[in-house]
């Protein structure tokens, strides 16, 4: 009976033993060296996934506008808001902030309000987007105007959007060639806005090219390259 009572309590007293100091220190060390290791990664492919998206509603812009051009022969924006020029080869710029499109968003997403002004007449949806609480990867409708609405890439920034009704396509704003076919681009500035919004169309990012073979880069022209090879286009993949 004694011998029985020290076997339970040898027992009792192993089943309530816990970690030591030191065992919690190395699973500890462990689990942030996991940590450590795995954070790159996971960070990584979550900006590839946001790049993804951001690449995806930029062809979602494009192919909505397109179409809508093919429905009524013009493209998805007010010429009373945003009137091609000469001075700007005959194309429009227009940002996805809101206010700034030119009505774009309003036509492509069936939220016109003045029925007796419609351009979609037949009221289709050209892009659907869920709206958004914050300006990030969707419509979001500015609380202050009630009605207009801008659409936002996955870090919190417009897109930028180019329509030209040359047979010949637009005119890239970065190397000032024109894309063939091609009547609506659209980009993303890329991650956290690193990316380049042109200055002036269309030849921001052109460079001479007798100064380019001639002359070296100056620190302002590198960064400004550096800055566009983030954006995130609609025409075109960038090898990063």
């Given amino acids: 009976m004694l011998e029985y009572a020290r076997m339970k309590m040898t027992f009792t007293t192993h089943q309530k033993k816990g970690f030591t100091l030191i065992e919690l220190l190395v699973v500890i060390a462990i689990l942030a060296t996991l940590a450590g290791i795995s954070s790159p990664i996971i960070m990584s ?24 051009r093919t429905d009524y022969g013009v493209l998805p924006f007010r ?64 609380p202050a105007t009630g009605d207009l609405v801008g659409l936002y890439d996955p870090w919190g920034k417009p897109y930028y959007v180019l329509m030209c009704e040359e047979n010949d396509g637009c005119t890239d704003p970065f190397t000032g060639k024109k894309l063939r076919g091609k ?25 001479n090219k007798k100064d380019k073979k001639n002359t070296e880069m100056t ?22």
């Fill in 45 to 68: 492919q979550m900006e590839a996934a946001r790049e993804s998206t951001a690449r995806k509603t930029c062809l979602d812009i494009v192919e909505g506008a397109t179409r809508f």
């Fill in 79 to 142: 010429t009373d808001e945003a009137e091609p020029t000469e001075e700007n080869n005959y194309q429009v710029s227009l940002s996805t902030e809101v206010g700034s499109d030119a009505g774009m968003l309003a036509i492509l997403t069936n939220r016109e309000e003045d029925d007796d002004n419609r351009m979609n007449t037949n009221k289709d949806y050209y892009i659907r987007s869920d709206v958004q609480e914050k300006k990030a990867e969707g419509l979001y409708e500015d």
């Fill in 183 to 207: 009547n609506c681009i659209a980009y993303s500035l890329g991650v956290n806005g690193t990316g380049k919004a042109p200055e002036t169309l269309p030849t921001a990012g052109k460079r």
């Fill in 219 to 240: 620190i302002e022209e590198e960064e400004a390259e550096e800055a566009i090879a983030d954006n995130i286009y609609s025409w075109k993949k960038v090898n990063k």
